[in-house]
């Protein structure tokens, strides 16, 4: 069975300053996805940013960057320079590739709010 | 732009009714969608997979007589919400991945927001 963990149930970042946003992860797989998502108050998810289990490299999508430590299962999510308009929820998920259903798997959720 | 569509965005109605909502993919043709539950500062709860001419899978504890699942062409996946109670409202909303390698996202609708009087 796959786990996600967002210990943040929320967070406070003042415009303009870097947030990190915590993920941790338990999985038997050896072969899954990390994606992080974004869910303004009207409800869209909207896709942020991806990290594969095999990729060796940190991904990064603009202002958003992942910290993956795979030895520590964890998936940090990085917005760099908070903009009010990032206030939002924020979710960490998972899908095995060994999954055929590609269901993701997701935490509980970190609310971030961005202080003018 | 969109690449799902899910409609309605919202739905008011009384104790006893039917609701459907319809989730198309709009750019490719998904053999599977997500259906998903929120509740108020929630995270996502996965009800069931939508699988495309055959049965939906549920999750466990998901009635499926209550929630049903029509997942009749490769664009479209529909729920039905029967004879809706007022702890059926909730926040549903519908997902599907794109076939193209394991690093697409599943793409999400604008989900509905279902209130039942």
């Known amino acids: 069975a796959q786990k996600i963990t967002q210990t943040q149930p929320g967070m406070f970042v003042q415009e303009k300053e870097a947030v990190t946003l915590d993920c941790t992860y338990d999985?038997?797989?050896?072969?899954?996805?990390l994606f992080w998502y974004k869910q303004p108050s009207s409800g869209e998810m909207i896709f942020l940013i991806y990290?594969?289990?095999?990729?060796?490299q940190n991904a990064t999508e603009g202002r958003y960057s992942l910290n993956f430590q795979k030895a520590r299962k964890s998936a940090n999510l990085v917005i760099s320079a908070s903009q009010l308009g990032d206030s939002a929820m924020y979710f960490c998920?998972?899908?095995?590739?060994?999954?055929?259903?590609?269901?993701?798997?997701f935490g509980g959720g970190t609310r971030l709010m961005v202080k003018p | 732009g969109a690449v799902v569509s899910q409609h309605p965005s919202w739905v008011i109605c009384k104790s006893g009714t039917s609701v459907k909502i319809e989730c198309r993919s709009l750019?490719?043709?998904?053999?599977?969608m997500f259906w998903y539950r929120q509740f108020p500062k929630q995270s996502l709860m996965l009800m069931a997979t939508?699988?495309?001419?055959?049965?939906?899978?549920?999750e466990q504890g998901v009635e499926k007589d209550k929630f049903l699942i029509n997942h009749a062409s490769l664009t479209l996946s529909t729920l039905t919400v029967t004879s809706a109670h007022p702890e059926d409202s909730s926040f549903y909303i519908c997902?599907?991945?794109?076939?193209?390698?394991?690093?697409?996202?599943?793409?999400f609708g604008d989900g509905t927001r279902l209130s039942i009087l």
């Open positions: 998920a998972m899908r095995s590739f060994n999954n055929a259903g590609n269901m993701l798997t």
């Open positions: 990290q594969g289990s095999y990729d060796e």
């Open positions: 939508s699988n495309e001419g055959s049965k939906a899978t549920y």
């Open positions: 997902s599907a991945k794109s076939p193209q390698g394991n690093n697409q996202p599943q793409h």
């Open positions: 999985t038997s797989d050896q072969s899954y996805g």
């Open positions: 750019d490719f043709q998904a053999t599977t």
